[in-house]
């Protein structure tokens, strides 16, 4: 039996699959977002699955990928085509490859164009393929960037996704209007780019002139996803025992929850690194903080006992991020970073000492 499940990330409209093997409990999960990995650990976990692979359909350009974080919290392996050129994989996939999961399996078909090392995964059974950005629901991947061929596509899918069983469904990477997933015969006779008498040629206009802006993300998400996500400064894994309910941000920052924080104040030291006229100014500060500038914690580092965590705080959460990387530096282990700092903290109408109402 095939379980399955399809998840979303609202941020960057990605469908992340889950496909398992019920009688072996083996699973993959293709098109992982970093920032849900939390999410579907615990779906699988939930559910007694073991997370053989995370698969990629392509290097996405609007969303880091969750592979290389899903390997070190569930000792995955990660799996993409060999033509993404991406570094860091434990498995490079090639056209026609089978890739099984339990008694489950699925096949690799090259289908460039969107960038040229996309890929659709296709269930043994051909009752459903994950096209990725190839296909999507009426539409089509965008060609304007990372090696994008019109050409290219519109062969891929008249070859590769339209010589499926018109039953097969197929389920994409995206969906922009809230669509979940389409099949051969609805997307041969509706899809208004690539489907009834529509030509390579006709494709090819249609696609030079969309004129859509470049995915907000594309700067960081291509060389992060080049590595398989794992971020650039190495970080990620979380300290054993964990002291807080941690949240790893791809930017290499460890972050707790204002509400967490506000039950725990006794546990740990809050680090308010703002300015000593900030610090007694109207938004007030957290009870019992310390106060270190920013600009004079490197050198006073040392000043701080180790005895517990450090949350850092600061006006709007970036200079208490900074303040997590200099303590890190200078050895501290458990530490913090929260995120939107005062601003949030006070429109979230936490305690506060001192400041204006
Ligand atoms: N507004 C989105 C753009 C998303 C985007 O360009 N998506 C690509 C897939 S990576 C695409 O092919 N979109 C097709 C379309 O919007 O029709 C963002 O900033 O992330
Ligand atoms: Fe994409």
């Given at each position: 039996m095939l379980v399955f499940r399809q998840l979303f990330?609202?941020?960057?409209s990605t469908y992340t699959y889950l496909l398992g093997c019920s009688v072996s409990g083996e699973a993959v999960l293709i098109d992982p977002v970093f920032e849900q990995v939390r999410r579907d650990a615990a779906l699988i976990n939930e559910l007694g699955l073991r997370l053989q692979w995370t698969l990629e359909t392509h290097v996405h350009a609007d969303h880091v990928t969750g592979a290389w974080l899903l390997k070190q919290k569930l000792g995955s392996g990660i799996a993409l085509a060999a033509a993404s050129g991406a570094l860091g994989a434990d498995l490079l996939l090639a056209d026609g490859d089978r890739l099984a999961f339990g008694r489950r399996s699925l096949e690799v078909r090259a289908t460039p164009g969107h960038t040229n090392g996309c890929v659709t995964y296709v269930l043994d059974d051909e009752s459903m393929a994950f096209t990725g950005d190839c296909i999507l629901i009426r539409g089509s991947g965008r060609t304007d960037f990372q090696q994008g061929d019109p050409r290219a596509l519109y062969r891929s899918v008249r070859s590769?996704?339209?010589?499926?069983?018109?039953?097969c469904l197929l389920y994409p990477a995206?969906?922009?209007?809230?669509l979940t997933a389409t099949s051969v015969a609805e997307e041969k006779k509706f899809n208004p780019r690539l489907g009834g008498e529509v030509g390579e040629g006709d494709y090819v206009g249609y696609m030079k002139n969309l004129d859509l802006p470049h995915p907000k993300k594309i700067d960081e998400a291509v060389p992060a996803n080049l590595r398989c996500g794992q971020p650039g400064n190495d970080g990620g894994v979380p300290p054993d025992p964990c002291w807080a309910p941690l949240r790893f941000t791809f930017g290499g920052v460890w972050e707790v929850e204002p509400h967490w924080l506000e039950e725990n104040l006794s546990k740990v030291r809050v680090l308010d690194v703002r300015e000593p006229s900030e610090f007694s100014g109207p938004l007030g500060h957290i009870r019992g903080a310390t106060l270190v500038p920013l600009g004079e914690l490197a050198a006073r580092a040392s000043e701080l006992p180790k005895d517990k965590p450090i949350v850092a705080v600061c006006r709007a959460g970036s200079r208490s991020a900074h303040a997590t990387a200099i303590l890190q530096k200078a050895g501290f282990a458990d530490i913090a970073n929260l995120p939107g700092g005062m601003l949030r903290w006070r429109a979230e109408g936490r305690g506060v000492e001192g400041g204006a109402l």
């Open positions: 990330d609202p941020t960057s590769r996704i339209f010589s499926l069983p018109e039953t995206h969906d922009y209007r809230g």
